[in-house]
């Protein structure tokens, strides 16, 4: 009786290992695809104030080009002002050269300011689409975050469960059998098994006949070939007979 509970126990350590195992990795999984979502939420918003400051790079330029604009205009005026009253040609030719001059930069910057308000109309119907995209982006990640963060709470939950569990399972386990099986649940997945038809169910080894019958009277023994342990388990023989 106490052998047989000794594999179920550990059949119990088994399975809380697995899960323990499965959840400390949703757990490393999760934490991956939350950080790459705060990346992209970082990211997201890096290139819509990159685009506003597109917006705001060309808005400043054409507001100091209208002002340049504008003293030029100033310049002429005053210029061709001083052209009324002047009387030495000298004088007069220079005053020329120089209202020439600041009519033809004024015409080169107002064609290039014809150009930059057709840019910013672009930019704004860009910045506004990147704005909502940015809107609805954000809104999607932080969603999937919060959704994230929930079921990683859950996880972390059901880890300390499952760890406490363990600690409790382990306490009936004799310290030899125990050490066995911390050996062996690094190098396998299912460290202990049943017999099936007299064999071992992993490597279908044939249990000699002495093996076998402990195994019958409840205790468990030691697969020779894959050094699994082994328990017999009629209910388990049985379904293997029907799946047959």
């Not at 106490?2 to 809380?16: E, G, P």
């Not at 890096?46 to 030029?72: C, F, G, P, R, S």
């Not at 109309?121 to 609805?136: C, N, P, R, V, Y």
Request: charged residues 30%.
């Amino acid at each position: 009786m106490i052998a047989t509970s000794l594999w179920k126990q550990l059949k119990n350590l088994v399975d809380c290992d697995k899960k323990t195992t499965m959840l400390a990795e949703e757990i490393k999984d999760l934490g991956k695809l939350i950080q790459q979502d705060l990346q992209a939420l970082e990211q997201q918003a890096k290139t819509y104030a990159a685009q506003k400051t597109l917006l705001l790079d060309k808005q400043k330029a054409i507001h100091a080009a209208e002002l340049q604009v504008n003293t030029l205009k100033d310049k002429e005026q005053h210029k061709r002002k001083q052209l009324e009253t002047a009387k030495d040609q000298k004088i007069y030719k220079g005053l020329e050269k120089e209202i020439h001059s600041c009519n033809t930069e004024r015409n080169e910057l107002e064609e290039r300011l014809m150009q930059w308000w057709h840019d910013i109309e672009i930019l704004k119907s860009a910045t506004e689409t990147a704005k909502q995209t940015h809107e609805d982006q954000t809104q999607r990640l932080e969603n999937d975050i919060t959704h994230k963060k929930t079921t990683l709470a859950s996880c972390e939950a059901a880890l300390q469960e499952s760890v406490a569990t363990r600690i409790n399972v382990i306490k009936d386990v004799p310290a030899e059998w125990l050490t066995r099986y911390e050996r062996m649940r690094h190098s396998v997945n299912d460290p202990i098994v049943s017999t099936v038809h007299g064999s071992c169910s992993a490597c279908y080894y044939a249990v000699p006949f002495q093996d076998l019958s402990k195994l019958k009277q409840g205790e468990l023994t030691i697969c020779r070939n894959c050094y699994r342990f082994l328990y017999y388990d009629d209910q388990a023989g049985q379904n293997a007979s029907t799946a047959a």
